[in-house]
């Protein structure tokens, strides 16, 4: 809720800069900075918000959201017992998929460093919930991070991931200028009742 606030806040002071006259915007440079400032400081707010490396609430269509709800779903609830030792991590990730039944793909860029770096997972778990033992796995190798693309589970790299901003533009020029006033004619309406 005080995110949403915070969101129309912003995009309702940068439409009042913007559509102020050119003049007026040149004269209140002070006004941009702050406006520019508040705005660097909610995006750095919301990346530190979207912290580690579940990356599941960041999705682009109705779809991957379902997607998502489903894979939360069944990570949360799924308990399993793992015994990797020594097992490359591609490999521990195939097990993943086997045993939870989501699909997984790794990135090509990951999948390349972690085959460089040949990357191994010990971790010896029993009866753990399915995500922590998948994060668990996933913090062999720092940087991966996870989330839905495309309607599959996909571990990448970070900088792969990042939040993908979009511009939204409201036309709000009503709410900010005054409509200009069209006086209307005068009726006579005294002979309706009746009266001549």
């Known amino acids: 809720m005080i995110e949403t606030r915070t969101t129309v806040a912003m995009t309702l002071a940068l439409a009042t800069l913007f559509a102020a006259p050119t003049s007026a915007r ?32 960041d999705v682009d269509t109705a779809s991957d959201a379902a997607v998502a709800v489903q894979v939360a779903r069944k990570l949360g609830t799924q308990k399993m017992t793992i015994n990797f030792d020594g097992v490359p991590l591609l490999e521990a990730l195939d097990f993943f998929r086997d045993v939870t039944g989501i699909n997984i793909v790794v990135s090509a860029q990951a999948r390349a460093q972690i085959e460089d770096e040949a990357v191994t997972v010990k971790l010896r778990l029993k009866d753990i919930r399915a995500k922590n033992a998948f994060e668990l796995t996933l913090r062999s190798h720092e940087g991966l991070v996870y989330g839905i693309r495309h309607g599959v589970l996909t571990i990448a790299l970070e900088e792969e991931f990042e939040t ?30 009746g009266d001549d």
């Open 26 to 57: 040149a004269d209140d440079e002070d006004g941009r900075e702050r406006v520019l400032e508040l705005i660097e400081k909610h995006l750095a707010d919301a990346d530190g918000r979207a912290g580690g490396m579940n990356r599941l609430s």
């Open 164 to 193: 993908r901003l979009r511009l939204k533009i409201y036309f709000v020029q009503d709410l900010i200028k005054e409509p200009e006033d069209f006086p209307a004619p005068k009726l006579d309406l005294s002979g309706l009742n």
